[in-house]
T-cell receptor, first 112, second 109 residues
Framework: KAGVTQTPRYLIKTRGQQVTLSCSPI?????VSWYQQTPGQGLQFLFE???????NKGNFPGRFSGRQFSNSRSEMNVSTLELGDSALYLC???????????FGDGTRLSIL | DAKTTQPPSMDCAEGRAANLPCNHS???????VYWYRQIHSQGPQYIIH???NNETNEMASLIITEDRKSSTLILPHATLRDTAVYYC??????????FGGGTRLMVKP
């Protein structure tokens, strides 16, 4: 069974640009969550989508947004990039409820 | 979600059991204990989770105390590849996890 796939693996952008990251969940999983990992703040929850609806949202500014498609694939978008947005962005999928999430290996975003 | 407390680092000899403790004294009745680990530059890997009973799978065992205020993750025969940061997380659902600092486990030959 294929795991969670995130593309691209690495990305370099400059301040002020926007970026879109993609996540393909494990087949059959309808819940997709996004996390940001930085050396200073650790792993922080961004938002969760289930059946194309955002169910939960972390404490991030509105520049961070996401969506989920009918096939459960998800994208997250960050607009007006700042230097502090440099991070590893992780996607995780699950069946929902108390079932565990399974993570992809992330997209490493660097802002110059 | 309840907060967890883990030692920042631990060492373990290769081939020996690694016992990683976690305190979660404010856990509520519907919250599960989840364990993940993260090896450098990879996404967190799910290990095991449980509610009240002890659990075992091919990777590890999870021992939860009767009052549910603490738990221990046991890797029965640690190998060098088990060197990672281990996260203990308490949550009532598996889809919105709050990660703390975790325990950095170093398995030594």
């Amino acid at each position: 069974k294929a795991g969670v796939t995130q593309t691209p693996r690495y990305l370099i952008k400059t301040r002020g640009q926007q970026v879109t990251l993609s996540c393909s969940p494990i087949s059959g999983h309808r819940s997709v969550s996004w996390y940001q990992q930085t050396p200073g703040q650790g792993l922080q929850f961004l938002f969760e989508y289930f059946s194309e609806t955002q169910r939960n949202k972390g404490n991030f500014p509105g520049r961070f947004s996401g969506r989920q498609f009918s096939n459960s694939r998800s994208e997250m978008n960050v607009s007006t990039l700042e230097l502090g947005d440099s991070a590893l962005y992780l996607c995780a999928s699950s069946h929902g409820g108390n079932q565990p999430q399974h993570f992809g290996d992330g997209t490493r975003l660097s802002i110059l | 979600d309840a907060k967890t407390t883990q030692p920042p680092s631990m060492d373990c000899a290769e081939g020996r059991a690694a016992n990683l403790p976690c305190n979660h004294s404010t856990i509520s009745g519907n919250e599960y204990v989840y364990w993940y680990r993260q090896i450098h530059s990879q996404g967190p890997q799910y290990i095991i989770h449980g509610l009240k009973n002890n659990e075992t799978n091919e990777m590890a065992s999870l021992i939860i105390t009767e009052d549910r205020k603490s738990s221990t993750l046991i890797l029965p025969h640690a190998t060098l590849r088990d060197t990672a940061v281990y996260y203990c997380i308490v949550a009532n659902a598996g889809n919105m996890l709050t990660f703390g600092g975790g325990t950095r486990l170093m398995v030594k030959p």
